[in-house]
Antibody, heavy 123, light 112 residues
């Protein structure tokens, strides 16, 4: 059973940095794409970054490109998000997510989610 | 602005049937990617409700059903119950965004 546990959230001032971590278990970690998805207060879900199993394929949404860096350590079954130059609009719950392999169709897989970690950017 | 379009809210009385639409384009739903649906209660992570457009994980009541046609998908909830009051999100993938996951903006279901 897929388990994802995020950590590292907290209160940070505008312009500051924060590093989120996601500890994973219950699946073949190095085979799976992993994503960071955020949800601003009262808003919808937004995939801001993903990384392939090998780490060779990486995507960033325009809203975080150049400020955030996604990485993974397959030996530690861990995913990371380094967030620099944080802005008030980055305030959100950040979820770690991966393909929910037990429910894949021929064209795509739904997501399995962690419980999320809250990042608040405020002076 | 979300890539997939959902109505912001829907409502219905207990026992009634409601539908939630999810409209995309030729780069996502129309590119034959399946659609997945999630239910989100306040303060919790999204829970998988429908996968592969029309399949239910075990434990999800058969009151919930999904369908797709062209560039749109729908979630139907029949026999509305008070505990169905939640936010609902559709999810797919988009080839124009390097295969990234895309979501609808979410629909708040109110049970009157």
């Amino acid at each position: 059973q897929v388990q994802l546990v995020e950590s590292g959230g907290g209160l940070v001032k505008p312009g500051g940095s924060l590093r989120l971590s996601c500890a994973a278990s219950g699946f073949a970690f190095s085979d799976n794409y992993l994503s960071w998805i955020r949800q601003a207060p009262g808003k919808g879900l937004d995939c801001i970054s993903y990384i392939s199993g090998s780490g060779n394929s990486i995507y960033y949404a325009d809203s975080v490109k150049g400020r955030f860096t996604i990485s993974r350590d397959n030996a530690k079954n861990s995913l990371y998000l380094q967030m620099n130059s944080l802005r008030a609009e980055d305030t959100a719950v950040y979820y770690c997510a991966t393909e929910n392999g037990g429910f894949c169709s021929s064209t795509s897989c739904p997501l399995a989610w962690g419980q999320g970690t809250l990042v608040t950017v405020s002076s | 602005q979300s890539v997939l379009t959902q109505p912001p809210s829907v409502s219905g009385a207990p026992g009634q049937r409601v539908t939630i639409s999810c409209t995309g384009n030729s780069s996502n739903i129309g590119a034959r990617y399946d659609v997945h649906w999630y239910q989100q209660l306040p303060g919790t992570a999204p829970k998988l409700l429908i996968y592969g457009t029309s399949n239910r994980p075990s434990g999800v009541p058969d009151r919930f059903s999904g369908s797709k046609s062209g560039t749109s998908a729908s979630l139907a909830i029949s026999g509305l119950q008070a505990e169905d009051e939640a936010d609902y999100y559709c999810q797919s993938y988009d080839i124009s965004l390097s295969g990234s996951t895309v979501f609808g903006g979410g629909t708040k279901l109110t049970v009157l």
